[in-house]
């Protein structure tokens, strides 16, 4: 299973999500959005969460409880699709609440500046800043008004950091100067790279040799740094490399894009992600589905058997017109 196909399968890329990318394009922050419950995201749930005879009563349109949180009739409503299972949406909810629990009982925090610059960006692009046109317009998407739509932002962000910490996979950091060449080229611009890495091995600085002198401009700007990556992202040759040396280690290696001075800067080791754009990458995906989705089971499975999920209505009734 794909990232993109988990995310649908949990609502993820859900409402809230399609409204700031239609409205304002790609916004900053997280954009995942998870379907709503009636907790605040920044109060963690009480680790003693028990049934519905607990601290929190239910509310009256409550159809599931997942600790001392609800999943509710109206989201339930918004969310189902007509023919489908509504018994797999509910557990995908369950799912949902699941993460955002876990990601608040590990200490995760939402950067309030970015919720307020969405809200602000969807507020221009949809009512040009007018509050009662504002309001009209989330109503009409299902969201009751602004807070319902910042908590869905809140469990959002939430849910993108841990999709970030809990996929890893082996990955290495390094940084390279690439003196570009075609195939053709390749024999005379050689030399010039071979300079390069003689300079280096005498000991100059790699980040001004590389902002200076690499013709990759995405990196060149970065003293050549490339960041982490799992395998999957570089061209073979570069893969190979990178992944069979020792950090301070230079190399030159030829690639279509030419001639690279390579060097590894820390790494490889298995760690979190740190870029949502690499687990589009095959390595990403296969990454989330060895290591995210284990994770989120094993997250059902222990609130199952803490007696910490409980369906709180017939669940053929929620689909009866």
Same mark, same amino acid.
Request: with cysteine; hydrophobic share 45%; aromatic share 6%.
């Given at each position: ?8 399968? +949990? ?10 990318? $239609? &409205?304002?394009? &790609? ?44 999943? #509710? ?5 918004? +969310?189902? +699709?007509?023919?489908?299972?509504? @018994? ?9 609440? !699941? ?25 221009? &692009? ?11 317009? #989330?109503?009409?998407?299902?969201? /009751? ?22 996929? $890893?996979?082996?990955?290495? =950091?390094?940084?390279?100067? !690439? ?17 390069? #890495?003689?300079? #280096? ?10 902002? /200076? ?7 060149? /700007? ?8 799992? =395998? ?13 040396? @020792? ?17 590894? $800067? ?9 870029? =949502?754009?690499?687990?589009? $990458? ?40």
């Amino acid at each position: 299973m794909s990232v993109d196909a988990f995310f649908r399968r +949990l609502v993820w890329l859900g409402l809230v999500a399609s409204l700031l990318l $239609t &409205a304002c394009g &790609a916004p900053s922050g997280p954009t995942v959005a998870g379907s709503p419950t009636t907790g605040n995201p920044q109060t963690p749930p009480s680790p003693e969460a028990g049934g519905t005879s607990g601290t929190v009563p239910a509310p009256d349109d409550a159809i599931a409880r997942v600790g001392e949180e609800f999943i #509710l009739r109206r989201d339930f409503d918004r +969310l189902y +699709l007509p023919g489908a299972d509504p @018994q797999n949406l509910i557990d995908q909810m369950i799912d949902v609440e !699941l993460v955002v629990q876990a990601a608040l009982a590990e200490g995760a925090t939402v950067d309030e500046a970015t919720i307020d610059s969405q809200v602000e960006q969807l507020r221009l &692009a949809q009512a040009g800043g007018d509050e009662a046109q504002f309001l009209t317009f #989330l109503q009409d998407n299902n969201i /009751a008004d602004e807070e319902e739509l910042r908590r869905l932002l809140r469990r959002d962000y939430l849910i993108e950091q841990m999709l970030l910490k809990h996929t $890893t996979a082996e990955q290495v =950091r390094a940084r390279h100067i !690439l003196v570009a060449a075609t195939p053709e080229e390749a024999e005379s611009r050689k030399a010039t790279a071979e300079a390069i #890495l003689a300079e #280096l091995q005498g000991g100059a600085d790699f980040a001004a040799l590389a902002r /200076a002198r690499s013709d990759d401009p995405g990196s060149a /700007a970065q003293g050549g740094d490339l960041g982490w990556a799992p =395998r999957g992202v570089y061209v073979e040759p570069f893969e190979e490399a990178v992944f069979s040396m @020792q950090p301070g280690e230079l190399r030159l290696v030829q690639t279509d894009f030419g001639w690279h001075i390579i060097e590894v $800067t820390e790494g490889p080791e298995v760690r979190s992600f740190t870029d =949502r754009a690499l687990l589009e $990458t095959q390595a990403g995906q296969e990454a989330f589905s060895a290591t995210f989705l284990p994770w989120v089971a094993e997250l059902r499975s222990s609130a199952e058997a803490a007696g910490k999920i409980e369906i709180l209505v017939d669940v053929a009734t929620l689909t009866q017109q």
